[in-house]
T-cell receptor
Framework: EPEVTQTPSHQVTQMGQEVILRCVPI?????FYWYRQILGQKVEFLVSFYNNEISEKSEIFDDQFSVERPDGSNFTLKIRSTKLEDSAMYFCASSEGAGWAYEQYFGPGTRLTVT | GQQVMQIPQYQHVQEGEDFTTYCNSSTTLSNIQWYKQRPGGHPVFLIQLVKSGEVKKQKRLTFQFGEAKKNSSLHITATQTTDVGTYFCLTTDSWGKLQFGAGTQVVVTP
């Protein structure tokens, strides 16, 4: 069964550094998403991406964050100047169509630890 | 803005018992999806509800969408240890905004 993959599984970085989290969505999917989950808390929507542009973003997704689809398979989340409070599990997801109407498939997540 | 409340936040169930978790929105929803996240895992899609008053069943799980499309419930009968995890609702409002509920963490004791 096709699945969403994410790398790395765990990233440790120092405060102020930039990190790039990588995702490979399911190949025929058109919509891509990033979510984060702070330990013990709910999953929070960050951004959705379609047709090579952001289709929606939350209040959390400010200028510190950016997304890119650099090639036909990867989907990345860049976090600039990381802060301690950015420590969380980051999930990538993809769907065949718009997320409000189609099942989203989640990757296993990247645990980001900012020290 | 849209507020999504999920209750209870925590549910301790004896194996074999039934329980229900609820997802309530302050605004009318376009649809609602339910996901399950096992401890240490990622959310996995369970079901999607679109129509007012819709009821769907998956074995021991019954999902319902309210008539006003502002709330939904997930009812599990005869709970098993495999039901352990956190159940989230993912809502979409009229403007297409996605929002997860805080989740109901379910613990099952044999």
């Amino acid at each position: 069964e096709p699945e969403v993959t994410q790398t790395p599984s765990h990233q440790v970085t120092q405060m102020g550094q930039e990190v790039i989290l990588r995702c490979v969505p399911i190949s025929n999917h058109l919509y891509f998403y990033w979510y984060r989950q702070i330990l013990g808390q709910k999953v929070e929507f960050l951004v959705s991406f379609y047709n090579n542009e952001i289709s929606e973003k939350s209040e959390i997704f400010d200028d510190q964050f950016s997304v890119e689809r650099p090639d036909g398979s990867n989907f990345t989340l860049k976090i600039r100047s990381t802060k301690l409070e950015d420590s969380a599990m980051y999930f990538c997801a993809s769907s065949e169509g718009a997320g409000w109407a189609y099942e989203q498939y989640f990757g296993p997540g990247t645990r980001l630890t900012v020290t | 803005g849209q507020q999504v409340m999920q209750i209870p936040q925590y549910q301790h169930v004896q194996e074999g018992e039934d329980f229900t978790t609820y997802c309530n929105s302050s605004t009318t929803l376009s649809n609602i999806q339910w996901y399950k996240q096992r401890p240490g895992g990622h959310p996995v899609f369970l079901i999607q509800l679109v129509k007012s008053g819709e009821v769907k069943k998956q074995k021991r799980l019954t999902f319902q969408f309210g008539e006003a499309k502002k709330n939904s419930s997930l009812h599990i009968t005869a709970t098993q240890t495999t039901d352990v995890g956190t159940y989230f609702c993912l809502t979409t409002d009229s403007w297409g905004k996605l929002q997860f509920g805080a989740g109901t963490q379910v613990v099952v004791t044999p």
